[in-house]
């Protein structure tokens, strides 16, 4: 495309050599003026990119510190003498390892669970027309704009009666409350982009309606699918209100495990806790590198972040 | 954005032989696993919720009696308009600052600079990482005795000793703000750029041969392309950090002497330390209903520009 438009702008440009000076002006302004908007552009840049970026420097030398050097005032801001330990303090702590596991496994179930509940859901409601569809989109929409600090109050008393409190089961349904809205808007995005037509082709063909979601259209949705199950872990892995409210030490999850482990003691072991911050980032920054593609789309259509 | 359905579809299915169902009685199956669970897990708790705040009832202990309005009451005569005006001073400040920074990153990474893409990516960890690590990591910058934030300001002259960030009423709120921005900001990038490189550079093009500054064109051409993203993008922050609550929580945990108290952690701390889910209820009730408006309003926005559909 290049190519093909730079052979009549170089003829242009051979002409305005002969143009009038106000044609020469105003292209050095515009010269002038790009150079200056590189400028505030890259000004912008390194200011917001301090603001963005110091913080992680700072987590990630925090991290890599001995705990005299962290207790010192003034900080030094390039640590001196580096060291592992933190981490390695971290893999000796079992109670953290319970943590870790049990995060795993009700952010995995989470995820499963809403993407499961979510597909069927968001088919139906991007490849029907029927009464009531609209209603329905809007509740599963709006309900994740209620306050969780309110849900939780009454799910706490639900969980409590059925003798749920702390198991695996009340921290899934709990995630499960944020997950499935989200879970549900991204698959029926993913679902309106494959084509009708695609669909009565089965339906001509014999296939069931059963079968058409199973054989056709879920393995076509696949991709879409495992990054909704993603965005499910993530959000499940991050929560922290309802885990630190649901359940106790035996089945908590990591983020408030370690709140519970580091914050209010005498003095916080903030190396450690710098360290372990990293490692329950770990997980997340690698699900986001798989998501990258598929992030405005599930940005908006969960609502992602609360 | 989600990929909006064609305005009018034909149900694909209309002329299947062989399915018992009729196509609606099918698609409302599809919906039942994840009904029942909404029903159980949000609706029901929610509306139960709605009946608890006219009983007093104590989270531990069985049994309840009715009160009326006196909960409702206590709020109402006591800290509502104080947490009203608290959760609005965070909500605004932790929506427009992000919004302004995150804009002002999208403009600049939308300029055209080398690598942008990439610095896309690495200004989202701050977004990705989990909210109590992001608490963590500000916590130990604001730290009134080691923390880095008074050691630069320090070295630099500003302040003449050290200053305890979140520890004072006039000072935690806006560490919470901070704090809350940082995390935010790169979700506002990420859309705003979304939104930005939807605009045809022939545009730019045009208006700056006639001889419109920078200034101008964002004005004419830029702002009025993005507007829509940014109105949603602006509301959806706002409905969250209105509700927000792992950042205010473990950073402050709505104090110092109730500072930074906010509706979230208010009805938290009621029913969770306090044990009264009927006080914790009431507070909630009030503060759906100031909810339901702004999504009443988020709604009608994407309603208008097709994405609901």
């Known amino acids: ?306 | 954005m989600s990929t909006a359905a064609p305005p009018q579809k034909a149900a694909p299915h209309r002329e299947r032989t062989g399915g018992r169902l009729s196509n609606g009685a099918f698609a409302l199956l599809l919906t039942a696993p994840g009904l029942a669970l909404f029903a159980t897990i949000i609706i029901y708790p929610l509306v139960s919720a709605l009946f608890t705040g006219f009983f007093k009832q104590d989270l531990r202990l069985p049994g309840r009696e009715f009160v009326g309005l006196d909960n409702f009451t206590y709020w109402l005569d006591g800290d509502f308009l104080t947490i009203l005006k608290q959760t609005l001073v965070f909500t605004v400040g932790a929506t427009i600052v992000p919004f302004v920074v995150g804009f002002a990153l999208a403009l600049a990474l939308n300029s055209g600079l080398k690598g942008s893409g990439f610095l896309r990516g690495l200004f989202l960890f701050p977004w990705v990482i989990p909210g109590v690590v992001v608490s963590f990591l500000w916590m130990w910058i604001f730290n009134a005795n080691y923390g880095v934030l008074n050691g630069i300001l320090m070295k630099a002259g500003i302040i003449e000793e050290s200053v305890s960030w979140l520890g004072q009423p006039g000072t935690a709120m806006l560490a919470v703000i901070v704090t809350k921005t940082w995390a935010s900001f790169p979700w506002m990038m990420v859309m705003l750029l979304a939104g930005l490189q939807t605009v045809p550079k022939e545009l730019h093009e045009a208006a700056s041969m006639d001889g419109a500054g920078s200034i101008r064109r964002f004005f004419a051409v830029t702002w009025p392309q993005v507007r829509g993203v940014a109105s949603i993008v602006l509301l959806l922050e706002f409905i969250w950090n209105f509700q927000h609550f792992d950042t205010i929580y473990v950073l402050t945990g709505g104090g110092p002497a109730g500072a930074t108290e906010t509706f979230a952690t208010a009805v938290y701390q009621t029913a969770f330390k306090g044990f009264d889910i009927g006080r914790a209820t009431a507070l909630g009730g009030l503060w759906m209903l100031l909810l339901l408006v702004l999504v009443a309003v988020y709604l009608r926005i994407t309603e208008r520009k097709g994405d609901a559909r």
């Open chain 1, 1 to 306: 495309m290049t190519t093909t438009t730079s052979t009549p702008l170089s003829g242009t440009d051979r002409l305005r050599t002969s143009a009038p000076p106000a044609r020469h002006a105003r292209r050095r302004r515009m010269r002038k003026d790009l150079l200056r908007s590189r400028i505030v552009a890259w000004t912008a840049v390194l200011v917001i990119g301090a603001f963005g970026m110091l913080p992680v420097y700072w987590l990630l030398a925090t991290a890599l510190s001995s705990p005299e050097q962290t207790f010192q005032f003034p900080p030094k801001l390039i640590p001196t003498d580096i060291t592992f330990s933190n981490f390695t303090a971290l893999a000796e702590n079992d109670q953290l390892i319970t943590y870790l596991v049990n995060s795993l496994i009700v952010a995995s179930i989470t995820a499963v669970l809403s993407v499961v509940v979510a597909t069927y859901m968001g088919y139906s409601f991007s490849k029907f027309r029927y009464r009531g569809r609209r209603s329905l989109m809007h509740l599963v929409l709006a309900s994740q704009m209620f306050p969780q600090a309110l849900l939780l109050v009454t799910l706490y008393a639900v969980f409590s009666s059925f003798g749920l409190l702390n198991t695996y089961t009340a921290l899934v349904l709990s995630f499960t409350t944020f997950t499935m809205p989200l879970c549900v808007w991204m698959l029926k995005g993913i679902f309106d982009t494959i084509p009708d037509a695609l669909l009565e082709a089965a339906s001509i063909d014999g296939a069931s309606r059963w079968r058409t979601l199973h054989s056709i259209v879920a393995p076509l949705a696949a991709p879409g699918m495992i990054a909704a199950g993603l965005f499910a872990f993530v959000r499940g892995w991050n929560d922290f209100i309802f885990a630190v409210t649901l359940a106790d030490k035996e089945k908590q999850t990591l983020p408030p495990g370690l709140v519970s482990t580091y914050i209010g003691e005498f003095q916080t072991a903030w190396p450690e806790l710098m360290a372990a911050s990293l490692v329950v980032s770990v997980p997340v920054v690698v699900a986001f590198m798989f998501l990258q593609r598929y992030l405005v789309g599930g940005m908006t259509a969960g609502s992602v972040k609360s």
